[in-house]
């Protein structure tokens, strides 16, 4: 435990490095991948294109690629110093770029749920536009969305080590940080792998509560 | 086109749709005009910036990063398909002694992050007098945490399958490692083909974490050839390149999971096994696992590779 208690300034900062970066950029991603997620089932065949481009593209791109673009190739091409918040928000922007295609095809797949004669009957009822979206599809494709959603979020949690590459404080560095004050790093990076265990059980736990409270009785 | 969101489009929302989609290109045109515009103000257009990649040298030193990517991915995709199915088959026992313990790994190695895991192997086991390269940090890491996602995949996967398969496999007197081996996983494995590829895409992009603990890959000479002031320090244009090449390999890899996944659709076998759930959308791997179990029996796990 010497290792945590004699450190506990630099653990508490990674820990609130690797917390800022997975809630911003899990509302990045959530934002941005509604909106995409939107695109792609919108009834314009451009911005349906448009969405599948950007999907399928940072899809098949390494999240250290995206990283490394925004630490690099982004700050000489806008002339960016970088001075203490900038590599943060670029960090930032990094990850919600890259979640937020899973969660644009979480989104999709979730309304792709409910099946099309829900909203025939509604319409069939005489609903509005309005009143077919908020109280027949989506509070069923809501429903079959979370489970899935959570499991984004766990991997987006997982995923900001990476950020630890490019100079943000988080988890993942806490390593660098502690081999300088001489620690043993195979029991530093063992806890970090404990603390990672622990936040995505958390997680996973939260995930099955909130699916059994909202089952899909159909 | 009916959608559970939208109507057959009338006049008067053809016109709206018209004006969204005048409305998406604008907005799409904006944000790449002001890229273009910041590379020409920045000078990346000049033939000085781009002068590293006339080098013959350059290129094949950029083929031998290309190679040393694809060899960590092919060892490591090999090793996490071997880990996979014996993880798999540990878990699917009978017994609850065996079963325990393989949860538990497949459990751990799923939620302790890759990156997490090489720094493992590549800084923290030489306090134990171990010290292995780059190379094998990354690939085993890499086998590690893809071998627990496919061990799911084919854990989905097997029991997807109707219960009828097993009892008729056990009616014709076979052993419970030939129902396995002859009955359960093939089709196990047929039915998740899409999944599994879909997995070593992830594997493949992984492999670019190699770049943080300074394995020689792709993102790694990006990083040299871009620094070096002699050439007009060309991070940009070099960012471009590996871009280009890395997303080229993944969209390779993602397009003949496409093309299985169409074929397994169309066949007449068609890998679909009577009373099996059949992922038929481009989903995330985490969704087709859920759709594969029913989406009451969702995993308690860490989210699949993301």
Redesign the interface.
Known sequence: MGVISNNLDVWWDGLLGTLILFVAGGLVALVLGTIVGA?R???????RA?GTLYV??I???????VF??FA??LP????LRLTAPVPLLLAICALGIY?AT?VA??IR?G??T???G???AA?ALGLT?GQV?TLV?MPQAFR?VI??L???????L??T??A??FSVVNL?SV?AYL?ERGE???????W??VV??AL??LL??L??SL?NRW??AR | MSSVLYDVPGPKAIARNRILGVVTVVVALAILGFFVWRLAATGQFTAEKWSAFTYTNVWIQIGEAALSTLSAFIVAAIGALALGFLLAIGRLSEHAWVRRPFTAVIEVLRAVPVLVFMFLLYYGLPAIGVRMETYWAVVIALIAYNGSVLAEVFRAGVESLPLGQKEAGYAIGLRKSGVMRLILLPQAVRAMMPVIIAQLVVTLKDTALGYIITYEELLFYARYIGSQAALGSPIVPATIVVAAIYIGLCLLLSLVATTVEKRLRRSPRGGVVAGANQPTQEVTDTELIVAQRGLGKFNPGAGGGV
């Open positions: 695109m089932v919108s009834p314009i065949p451009i911005a448009m399928n593209t899809r098949n791109t390494p999240l250290t690629l490394f673009a690099f190739a000489p091409l806008f002339g979640t899973y095809e979480t797949s309304i792709n409910v099946p099309v829900q909203a025939e319409r536009f979206m599809v079959s489970p899935p959570m499991s984004v979020l766990i991997a987006l997982k995923n080590t990476v630890a590459g993942g390593r081999s043993n790093q195979l029991f530093v990076i063992l970090v792998a990672f265990v995505v059980l996973s736990w995930q099955r699916e089952r899909v």
